[in-house]
């Protein structure tokens, strides 16, 4: 009998598959369903910095006194996360599975103190994204980077439960990242958070939305990071995000080595039996393949050799199109 079994974290999985965060998890009842069809954990709907903000200064009045238009704005942070709070409450009522709460944040402020009730109110675990495009004309290189190690480390002040750092794929180096990031007290990355998609509608030549959900073909790049990063920082776990489409994709992420997977498109588009059918394929694969647990094989396929890997590319790559004319 195979053991489906892994460690995200610091916590304990009954399977890889973890739920994204997304309006899939934004009630109870959402979150008992996912629980009831098998995931291994749960990551809450982003609380967003941006959005609270936002909201705070729509609604400022230029006649309101300062104080009066700090109170407002006060009062709906307080609003928002109060309503957060019994998200995570009643979800870990409700499932007997890990909760990660989730926020969604682009600077180093006070407001992340929010994280101690977050703690307090019961979530098993933190996950932040810090998803932003860096096209200031005065930029400086590796601002972008600090950023996340600062938040970071002002969070971790904060709390004591495990502190997981989802990353955009806009990075130089995430390797290098990844490795500061487990040195003040990440517990896993997540490869990676997915950007808006724009696209323009020529008619009306006006902006639009692209495609929604991720395809098979947007693993590669979570693959290769993950591939590359696990060989040489191997004491922070990793979850695979993005393009995770299919049963297969599971596979593929652990052999990369993850510890898990985020799923979101998947379910969207296939509903919650998506879950059951992943759990279901990867068993009977690992019975296939003569495993009994995903320790026996998570991270065989990763970049042992890393100082190969650009040369290993490369040659993929002549391989890829050498016969192309």
């Not at 954990?41 to 910095?49: D, N, T």
């Not at 098993?124 to 950023?147: C, H, K, M």
């Not at 002040?157 to 990031?181: E, H, W, Y």
């Not at 080595?257 to 068993?283: D, H, K, M, P």
Request: glycine content about 6%; some cysteine.
């Amino acid at each position: 009998m195979t053991d489906l079994k892994t460690t995200f974290a610091g916590l304990s999985l009954r399977n890889p598959i973890i739920i994204s965060s997304s309006g899939l998890t934004n009630s109870v009842g959402k979150n008992k369903k996912l629980a009831e069809n098998g995931a291994g954990a749960i990551v809450l709907k982003s609380l967003f910095e941006e959005q609270i903000m936002l909201e705070a200064d729509q609604l400022k009045d230029p006649a309101f006194y300062p104080e009066a238009s700090d109170y407002l704005a006060e009062y709906i942070r307080e609003h928002k996360l109060s309503e957060y709070l019994t998200l995570i409450k009643e979800s870990k009522k409700e499932c007997p599975i890990p909760i990660i709460a989730s926020i969604n944040c682009y600077s180093d402020s006070e407001w992340i103190d929010f994280a101690k009730q977050i703690e307090a109110a019961g979530a098993d675990a933190l996950e932040i994204n810090i998803l932003a495009l860096q096209s200031d004309v005065q930029y400086t290189y590796g601002s972008f980077e600090q950023r996340h190690i600062d938040i970071l480390r002002h969070i971790k002040k904060t709390i004591n439960i495990p502190v997981i750092m989802k990353l955009g794929d806009n990075l130089t180096n995430p390797v290098a990242l990844i490795d500061q990031l487990y040195a003040n007290g990440a517990a896993a990355v997540v490869l990676f958070n997915r950007f808006y998609q724009p696209d323009i509608n020529i008619e009306n030549m006006e902006h639009m939305s692209g495609e929604i959900f991720s395809n098979a073909s947007d693993l590669a790049n979570p693959l290769r990071w993950i591939g590359i990063a696990s060989a040489v920082v191997d004491k922070i776990d990793y979850a695979a995000s993005g393009g995770v489409a299919n049963p297969e994709s599971v596979v593929k992420a652990i052999l990369a080595g993850a510890s898990a997977v985020e799923v979101c498109s998947a379910i969207y588009q296939n509903t919650n039996a998506f879950i059951g059918e992943a759990n279901r394929f990867l068993s009977a694969w690992m019975e296939r393949k003569g495993f009994n647990n995903i320790t026996q094989f998570k991270g065989r396929l990763n970049i042992k050799d890393v100082k190969g890997v650009n040369t290993f590319e490369r040659t993929q790559f002549l391989k890829y199109f050498g016969k192309k004319e």
